[in-house]
């Protein structure tokens, strides 16, 4: 791969995040929680909920990149505070994504992850910027990126001085409609073949359909990814965002009880 100097593969040895005590590219890690922070009471519940069910991490948006200007952007500032006392009462750090390059230094107070989404894979502006924080950073990979340009988006973010970079497939753009993008589940062997970053799942947004989000799950731990990151709603049918695709947490403790034994079976596989 071309330019690439510092998230090549070579020789290194397997890059582990310490999100709090999370240890991201050693354990498997599951993040989960809503599309959008709405409301004190739907992400509390949300939050107890994912963490009932054995979450690592709790998601949430402040900031909402949508389609429509004139759909829910987010509750910005009173967002961040609200996922933060969720993650607070709930002892899980927290993964919130930042769309501006001007927020990243005060988001960076609160997030314990900072997320930039697939429309802003190569702002590079905003990864220069979150490269400056000390901040984790989750980088989603663009739904029209090839994984070189993922991977130097990612050297943007290390070049900086920021060594610790999470890539997560969300799916692509294909001439498919029936799920909402196609999950890309190649890249994980391929992006540990080519990299010693972290690579985490997102069935959520990939599939965009409830009863693909299991199976596509599971099929992302045995391709050997290192997390998932799931979309979960107390009340899925009250979401301002992505209703369609969250899980009730019902629908979430259940696949976390089918994960589960599937981890353990893998970290008993050779490499
Ligand atoms: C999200 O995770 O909230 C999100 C907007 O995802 P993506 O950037 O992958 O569409
Ligand atoms: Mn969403």
């Known amino acids: 791969m071309k330019n690439l100097r510092l ?16 240890a991201v590219g050693r354990d ?24 009932a069910a054995g979450a690592d991490m709790l998601r949430g ?42 927020d990243v230094s005060w988001v960076a107070e609160f997030a314990d992850v900072l997320q930039i989404g697939t429309r802003n894979m190569q702002n590079f ?13 989750l ?23 920021n ?9 692509i ?12 589940l190649s890249a994980v062997p391929a992006i540990k073949e080519l990299t010693h970053l972290p ?11 409830l009863s693909l989000i299991p199976p596509m799950s599971v099929a992302a731990v045995a391709a050997g990814a290192d997390g998932l990151i799931i979309e979960v709603h107390h009340r899925p049918e009250e979401a301002l965002c992505d209703a369609a695709q969250a899980l009730t947490p019902a629908m979430f403790t259940d696949l976390m009880g089918r994960l589960r034994p599937l981890c353990n079976f893998m970290d008993g596989l050779p490499e």
């Open 199 to 209: 690579i985490i799942i997102d069935p959520t947004h990939s599939t965009g359909r």
């Open 139 to 161: 980088l989603k990979r663009g739904m029209y990126s090839t994984l070189e340009e993922w991977l130097n988006c990612a050297e943007y973010i290390l070049s900086e001085g």
């Open 163 to 171: 060594p610790n970079v999470i890539l997560c497939e969300r799916g």
């Open 61 to 102: 948006g402040a900031f909402k990149p949508r389609t429509s200007p004139y759909a829910f952007q987010g509750l910005g500032l009173r967002g961040l505070k609200l996922l933060a006392r969720a993650g607070r009462e709930t002892g899980l750090p927290i993964v919130t994504e930042v769309i501006d390059p001007r």
């Open 7 to 22: 998230a090549v593969r070579e020789s290194r040895p397997r890059t582990v995040i310490d999100v709090c005590g999370v």
């Open 125 to 137: 502006s905003l990864l220069k910027e979150v490269g400056r924080t000390g901040r984790p950073v």
């Open 28 to 51: 498997f890690v599951v993040i989960a929680g809503p599309c959008s922070v709405e409301s004190e009471e739907q992400m509390m519940a949300s939050a107890r909920a994912v963490k």
């Open 173 to 184: 753009r294909t001439f498919e409609r029936y799920t909402r993008n196609t999950l890309d």
